[in-house]
């Protein structure tokens, strides 16, 4: 069974255990997929964020969905874009596992991940898709939580992106 899949369409609609958020490093929201599930879960999601403190580059932390069909949102922090100079894959990694670490802990069956450091923070998207699938990938095949993981893309250029290296390997 194939534990990966891409789904075009709003991360903020998907039925899924956990929906993943691109957060920045406050957790209290900003533009894109950010703002997106902030607008879709309510104020009470700002309101749990705010007694996170903050989230380091590379980590993630747990808050409930509210009013988005996700019981739960993981929110990682992935890295911005500066060259590749910065150990920015390890960290982009990085985030990708502690939201699958975050759902294997709590047997989530289901987690839809964004495009993690490709909008504002500039990561180079077929870049950040090799290291987002790679992580995935070697997760899954070491764990049996999640079941399933989506990669939920809303632009045409990362969904022909990510076909294209799922098909290739």
């Known amino acids: ?34 703002g997106a599930i902030h607008r879709a879960a ?7 964020c705010r007694q996170l403190d903050g989230c380091p580059t590379g980590e993630a932390r747990l808050t409930k969905g509210y009013r988005l069909p996700a019981k739960w949102v993981i929110h990682a922090v992935g890295p911005v874009w500066n060259g590749g100079q910065g150990k920015e894959a390890e960290k982009l990694a990085s985030a990708y596992r502690s939201s699958l670490e975050i759902a294997r802990n709590h047997r989530m069956k289901s987690i839809a991940f964004p495009n993690i450091s490709t909008g504002v923070y500039g990561y180079p998207k077929e870049q950040a898709a090799i290291v987002a699938i790679r992580t995935v990938r070697k997760f899954l095949a070491e764990n049996e939580w999640p079941e399933k993981v989506i990669f939920a893309i809303f632009d045409q250029e990362n969904l022909t992106i990510y076909r294209e290296i799922l098909e290739g390997y």
């Not at 891409?6 to 255990?17: A, H, M, Q, Y």
């Open 42 to 48: 309510g104020p009470e999601l700002l309101e749990e």
């Open 1 to 34: 069974m194939e534990r990966m899949e891409i789904n075009n369409g709003d991360i903020t609609r998907l039925e899924v255990d956990a929906i993943v958020n691109a957060a920045n490093s406050t957790l209290l929201g900003g533009g894109g997929v950010d």
